[in-house]
């Protein structure tokens, strides 16, 4: 897995071992999306991690070996 980040953090693209694109963490900045800022292309949470985790999850990321023993 390998985070790509673009324009200082608003779109994160998450790639799998294979450099695939898995998908991508935004943040919007519109006024209707003020208290749940990111997306992780199909709902809305209200903190980075939350967005990026519903993303692993929902596609199935292998994590594993990418943080080091």
């Known amino acids: ?4 980040i673009i324009c200082g953090g608003l779109i994160t693209e998450v790639f799998n071992e ?3 694109k898995v998908g991508s963490v935004s943040m ?6 003020q208290h749940k800022p990111f997306s992780d292309g ?5 903190t980075f991690n939350d967005a990026l985790l519903a993303l692993l999850k929902r596609k199935r990321v292998n994590i594993r070996g990418v943080f080091g023993r």
């Not at 919007?28 to 999306?33: A, C, M, Q, Y």
């Not at 199909?42 to 209200?46: D, L, R, T, V, Y």
């Open 1 to 4: 897995m390998r985070l790509n």
């Open 18 to 20: 294979h450099e695939e």
């Open 28 to 33: 919007s900045k519109e006024r209707r999306h």
């Open 42 to 46: 199909k709902e809305f949470h209200e």
